[in-house]
């Protein structure tokens, strides 16, 4: 009687065990795809940071590439380029 006993529970642990065995298997795979998820957002958060870092970068560069053509290059005044436009229509029409 006890042998049928023990010989039951053996069959019903045997038969539960893989059930026990899936839903752990299960539980892991949830939290490596968990995991991946996160690592995922974790690098596409850091590639727009560098985005924006780099096109904050690129704006820098074309101010300071326009404040050095300026100051290469400054504009000649106003009553400078009125002076050169009289002094040209009056020597072609000589």
């Known amino acids: ?3 049928r006993r023990m010989l039951s529970i053996v069959v019903a642990a045997a038969l539960l065990l893989p059930a026990g065995v899936a ?3 299960s539980a892991q795979d949830r939290d490596r795809d968990r ?3 996160k690592t995922q957002q974790q690098l596409q958060d850091k590639d727009k ?3 924006k870092d780099q096109l904050k970068e690129q704006e820098r560069t074309r101010e ?3 404040e050095q053509t300026r100051t290469e290059r400054p504009e000649k005044p ?3 380029k009125a002076e050169r ?3 040209g229509g009056m020597g072609s029409g000589r």
């Open 35 to 37: 995991d991946q998820l």
């Open 49 to 51: 940071l560098q985005t």
């Open 78 to 80: 106003q009553h400078e």
């Open 64 to 66: 300071r590439t326009r």
């Open 23 to 25: 839903s752990l298997a």
């Open 85 to 87: 436009s009289e002094r």
């Open 1 to 3: 009687m006890q042998s």
